[in-house]
Structure formats: C-alpha cells, structure tokens
C-alpha cells in the first residue's frame, strides 16, 4: 500500500464489495449502489472534541470493519486501489464480524 498516512481525526478506510453469491451459491445481481462497508487501514491521531475543546483518542483500530454512509468521505484510488478517507464523525458503526449486516 502506497505511503498515506490521515492526519487528526480522519479514517482510512478500504471499501468491501457486497458479496457476490449467498452462502448457499445462489448469484446475486450486480448492485449500483456504492459500498458502505470498508476496513480500516489506518487512522490519524485524533482530532478535538468540538463541544468541549478536549483531545479525543479515535474510536476505531486499524482492521476494523466500519459502517459508513455512501455519500461520505473522499475517494481516493492509488496504484490502482480504491480508498475512502473519512472524518471520524463520519464512521456510523463498527461492525463485529459475528453480526455481519
């Protein structure tokens, strides 16, 4: 992966594709909708809380699998990988690979 490290409260985060067949083999259709999951690659070192001017420690890890909107973020491709680098704010949920959406 290229050097591209966020800075303060940003995310990046790599998009997961939606599966392409069931757990049964049944194929699914090719879905236009943008992908909402990703993994996170790599986080900046946090950013200032805006309500109380405190430090605040990011709230995701590096290998998380975060829930974020499809309008979020910036879209990043580099050597020919598409990224997402995200605000904080902008990740919704971490998802726990038991409770797979």
């Given at each position: 992966?290229?050097?591209?490290?966020?800075?303060g409260?940003?995310?990046?985060?790599?998009?997961?594709?939606?599966?392409?067949?069931?757990?049964?083999?049944?194929?699914?259709?090719?879905?236009s909708?943008?992908e909402?999951?990703?993994?996170?690659?790599?986080?900046?070192?946090?950013?200032?809380?805006?309500?109380?001017?405190?430090?605040?420690?990011?709230?995701?890890?590096?290998?998380?699998?975060?829930?974020?909107?499809?309008?979020?973020?910036?879209?990043?491709?580099?050597d020919g990988?598409?990224?997402?680098?995200?605000?904080?704010?902008?990740?919704?949920?971490?998802?726990?690979?038991?409770?797979?959406v």
């Open positions: 992966m290229t050097g591209l490290v966020p800075l409260d940003r995310v990046l985060v790599e998009p997961v594709p939606p599966p392409e067949t069931t757990e049964s083999g049944l194929v699914l259709m090719a879905s909708e943008p909402i999951l990703g993994r996170v690659l790599r986080v900046g070192s946090g950013g200032v809380c805006a309500g109380c001017g405190e430090a605040r420690e990011p709230e995701v890890a590096v290998g998380n699998l975060v829930l974020f909107a499809s309008t979020s973020g910036q879209e990043i491709t580099l990988v598409r990224y997402v680098l995200l605000a904080a704010r902008e990740v919704l949920a971490v998802v726990t690979e038991d409770e797979h």
